[in-house]
């Protein structure tokens, strides 16, 4: 799985969709700092102030910049169908434990609460 500063690389100096939009940022970084695209690693890029500018203006010419659009409330994304499938399976496996667990708590085999030891008792009295 590539990192966050191979793909920070790959957005700003290799990924040819954005070419020309590259180009773009780098003259402007050159104009602000004095750097060209060599002297640059993503990470320090996008924490030098003298930067800001150029790469907020790279980011909004590009689709990078987009968004996920917000969904309806009626309407579910694929990530909450997902997640809302995950949940109905682990509720299925866990029903069974759970039903045994009600059974023992109406026979009083598994009290919820258990007495308090008596030298707990003691120690609330001094």
Request: aromatic share 8%; proline share 7%.
């Amino acid at each position: 799985m590539p990192t966050p500063e191979a793909d920070g690389e790959h957005l700003l100096k290799g990924c040819p969709k954005w070419r020309k939009q590259q180009r773009t940022l780098w003259k402007e970084v050159w104009k602000e700092t004095g750097k060209g695209r060599r002297w640059w690693k993503a990470h320090e890029i996008f924490a030098d102030r003298r930067c800001s500018q150029a790469v907020l203006n790279f980011l909004a010419s590009t689709e990078v910049r987009k968004t996920a659009p917000a969904a309806d409330e009626d309407a579910r994304s694929e990530a909450s169908e997902w997640e809302l499938r995950e949940r109905a399976e682990r509720e299925e496996e866990r029903r069974p434990e759970a039903e045994t667990l009600g059974r023992g708590m109406e026979r009083e085999e598994h009290p919820l609460f258990l007495p308090n030891p008596p030298f707990m008792a003691l120690a609330g009295e001094e």
